[in-house]
C-alpha cells in the first residue's frame, strides 16, 4: 500500500459518496481536526486529551513510515471534502508479527451508514493479503454498536480487562479477535 493511494469509492446507506484510500501526508491536518472532534465528543477511544500539529505530524509521519515498511495499513475516508474516517492495523513484533492490532475512528456524523462495515471488511482483506494471521482490538463495554459490528465482521471476544476509566466511570474493555 503507497501513500494516498486511491482504494475506492463507495456509496453509504444515506446515499453519501465516500472515497476510501490509503493515508497520505496530506492528511495532517484533517486528521488533527477528527481526533480532536472525537476527543471533544468523549467518544469511545483510548485517546482523551487534545492533540496539536507537531504531535499529529508526527504520527502520520511514522504511521506512513511503518505502511511504506510493511508494519501498519492505514486507511482513510474522505466525504463531501471532509476527512470523516480512519483505521488501521498495526504489525506485532518478533513472534507476534503475524498478528495486528486493528484501531478505527469515524466521525459522529458518518457512524451507522455502514462505513465502518466497510473499512473494517477493506482492511480485513489488506490485511490477509499481506499474511496477517490473527487481528485483535479493544472496545469498551458501553460500546454496543461497534461491539455488534466486530462480532458482524467475524471477531470472537477473548477477554476483557476491568477498569479502564471513561467519563468518570470504570469499565471493561473487551478484548476481540479474528483469525484471517
Known amino acids: 500500500m503507497k501513500p494516498g493511494e486511491f482504494i475506492k469509492e463507495f456509496i453509504a446507506k444515506d446515499g453519501k459518496h465516500i472515497t476510501i484510500r490509503a493515508l497520505d501526508i496530506c492528511d495532517i491536518e484533517g486528521m488533527l481536526a477528527h481526533i480532536n472532534n472525537l476527543v471533544d465528543e468523549d467518544a469511545f477511544l483510548i485517546i482523551n486529551t487534545k492533540t496539536d500539529y507537531i504531535s499529529e505530524l508526527e504520527f502520520v509521519t511514522e504511521k506512513i513510515k511503518s505502511m511504506l515498511y510493511g508494519d ?26 503475524e498478528i495486528g492490532s486493528l484501531g478505527i475512528a469515524i466521525a459522529k456524523e458518518y457512524r451507522g451508514i455502514g462505513l465502518g462495515k466497510e473499512l473494517m471488511t477493506l482492511l480485513l482483506d489488506l490485511a490477509k493479503k499481506d499474511n496477517y494471521k490473527v487481528i485483535k482490538l479493544g472496545v469498551y463495554s458501553p460500546n454496543i454498536t461497534a461491539k455488534r459490528l466486530y462480532e458482524k465482521v467475524g471477531f470472537k471476544v477473548a477477554g476483557k480487562i476491568p477498569y479502564s476509566k471513561m467519563k468518570d466511570k470504570y469499565m471493561d474493555e473487551i478484548i476481540m479477535y479474528k483469525e484471517l
Open 72 to 97: 501498519a495499513l492505514a486507511i482513510v475516508a474522505i466525504a463531501e471534502g471532509k476527512f470523516v474516517a480512519e483505521a488501521d492495523i498495526r504489525r506485532g513484533i518478533g513472534r507476534a508479527n
